[in-house]
């Protein structure tokens, strides 16, 4: 995504202030990764709500980093997979109590590592597991039914998707 990309889906969808002429954002942004192999998609656990405790791997954007080494920093930090973007799938966003959340989602590659339970020793809300579960089974691990089957059908409809429902996954 180019910067002016960038810069016009934080100005459409983020709480903006002007201060002196500068315009100041107040959202935040979350990379995640779909690493698909063999069938079975990457999630980590991790408590998300009272219902939900697997997700996508993925985190926060760093001050200075490029989506896609956002992305691949945040897999291999939870995983211990290294991996590589191939694509863009889905932006969304969610309001959220204080800010807006802008949600990236890329389609990854592995390009080497091996699967590991992170260091979870700065973490608040520690990783438990991590590994790949059958698209079959998602729904059995906390995920809608929508999301289970743009999985099955490798995600068709690429894009920004509005709020996160849109793609079946909730905050």
Same mark, same amino acid.
Not at 89 to 99: K, P, T
């Given at each position: 995504?180019? @910067?002016?990309?960038? /810069? ?15 315009? #100041? $954002?107040?959202?935040?942004?979350? =990379?995640?990764? =779909?690493?698909? !192999?063999e069938g079975s998609l990457l999630l980590v656990k991790q408590r998300l709500s009272d219902n939900r ?11 200075? !980093?490029?989506?896609?080494q956002g992305v691949c920093r945040e897999i291999e930090e939870e995983t211990g997979l290294q991996v ?5 799938? $889905?932006?969304?966003? @969610? ?8 949600? =990236?989602? &890329?389609? +990854? ?7 590991? +339970? ?9 990783? #438990?597991?991590?590994? &790949? ?7 059995? $691990?906390?995920?809608?039914? /929508? &999301? ?18 849109a793609i079946g996954l909730g905050l």
């Open positions: 995504m180019c @910067a002016r990309t960038a /810069r016009c889906l934080a100005v459409a969808w983020c709480n903006c202030e002007s201060e002196g002429g500068a315009v #100041s $954002y107040n959202f935040q942004v979350r =990379v995640t990764g =779909v690493l698909l !192999e405790g697997w997700s996508l791997p993925g985190g926060r954007l760093e001050q200075g !980093e490029t989506l896609g590589q973007v191939q694509k863009l799938l $889905y932006v969304c966003d @969610a309001e959220q109590s204080q800010h807006t959340l802008l949600h =990236v989602t &890329f389609l +990854l590659e592995r390009t080497g590592g091996a699967l590991r +339970l992170p260091d979870n020793s700065k973490d608040e809300n520690p990783i #438990s597991d991590v590994r &790949f579960v059958p698209v079959e089974d998602l729904e059995a $691990y906390g995920f809608s039914e /929508r &999301f289970a089957k743009l999985a099955r059908e490798g995600f068709p409809g690429r894009g920004y998707a509005g709020d996160k429902q």
